[in-house]
């Protein structure tokens, strides 16, 4: 039995030692309306080519698990109904049903490692959401990262989490916490959480220098590289916090628990913003993607050593 199937671009530069960067499929299905979300999912693979790698976009079609998707696969799955949003605890059940299924940042880690892929880049991870002390609603991406070894590249966590208790979450579980270029850790739709970075490292061949040093010493887990958006594109905290504050309340009054929060957080603040956030979200994905493709083409030449 196949686990996994790669696209011929993927076999390839595995076989001839190319960059690859793991790209997710969440952004596709439940991250923003037909046409946009295929027009994006280009682009961002657009962009990790034009810094000289490969992109390797993860997701499950009728029960199989790809790695690296054909143009017409990325359009049968951006205008697909009822796809599943998988994370680790429901990958398999996904694949041995025969469902189609969109991968979190969980599920691409083990995608991609599986593989033996390196690098993924998406737009933040999960977390630690705020009221956690009652729900419990921890995202089961923090775990992943503290497992499965691949360099994560992210804007930080998602502006709508709880940060602080995300931060302390990741040094329990002894994640690397990487910011480039500054001392702050990023917030997603801004450069700045108002928290210091755990660790901070400036340049794509420190990074790769540290994610093989990880391997070589045997430890467990990946690294998160927390990339600012750029500042053209950066929506201020403190003209987020309100708005976040008011999608939270609702969220709460109307019940939405579990999976369902993220997005409809997500939704509420692209309203309030008047499209804002999403402008802002699909430049720091594309400036994590370039920033992937660096990482993943030092680690390469490293690995060639």
Not at 185 to 193: G, I, L
Not at 252 to 260: L, P
Not at 279 to 293: D, E, H, K, M, P
């Amino acid at each position: 039995m196949t686990l996994f199937t790669l696209s011929k671009d993927v076999a390839a530069a595995k076989a001839a030692g190319k960059p690859i960067v793991a790209l997710e499929s969440t952004i596709i299905t439940h991250g923003m309306p037909y046409p946009q979300n295929v027009e994006v999912a280009r682009q961002v693979e657009a962009t990790v080519r034009a810094e000289g790698a490969v992109p390797a976009t993860i997701a499950i079609l009728d029960g199989e698990l790809l790695i690296g998707l054909t143009d017409a696969q990325l359009e049968q799955l951006a205008q697909a109904k009822d796809v599943m949003k998988v994370s680790r605890a429901d990958m398999p059940v996904c694949m041995a049903a025969g469902r189609n299924g969109a991968t979190t940042v969980a599920a691409t880690m083990i995608a991609a490692h599986l593989a033996g892929i390196s690098v993924f880049a998406t737009g933040g991870i999960g977390g630690v959401h705020k009221g956690a002390d009652q729900s419990f609603d921890i995202s089961a991406d923090l775990m992943e990262l503290a497992q499965t070894p691949v360099s994560v590249v992210a804007a930080g966590a998602k502006a709508i989490l709880d940060i602080p208790k995300t931060l302390e979450v990741l040094e329990t579980q002894g994640v690397p916490v990487i910011a480039i270029g500054q001392d702050d850790f990023p917030a997603f739709w801004s450069r700045s959480s108002g928290l210091p970075a755990p660790l901070r490292l400036d340049s794509p061949v420190e990074i790769a220098k540290a994610y093989v040093m990880r391997a070589q010493m045997g430890l467990p887990g990946g690294q998160l590289i927390a990339n600012p958006i750029p500042e053209a594109d950066e929506i201020a905290a403190e003209t987020l916090a309100p708005i976040i504050k008011e999608a939270t309340e609702a969220a709460s009054a109307q019940g939405i628990a579990g999976k369902d929060v993220t997005p409809f957080l997500l939704s509420r603040i692209f309203e309030t913003t008047e499209g804002k956030s999403l402008t802002s979200n699909i430049a720091l994905v594309l400036n994590n993607a370039r920033v992937a493709a660096k990482i993943a083409t030092e680690i390469s030449s490293l690995s060639a050593e």
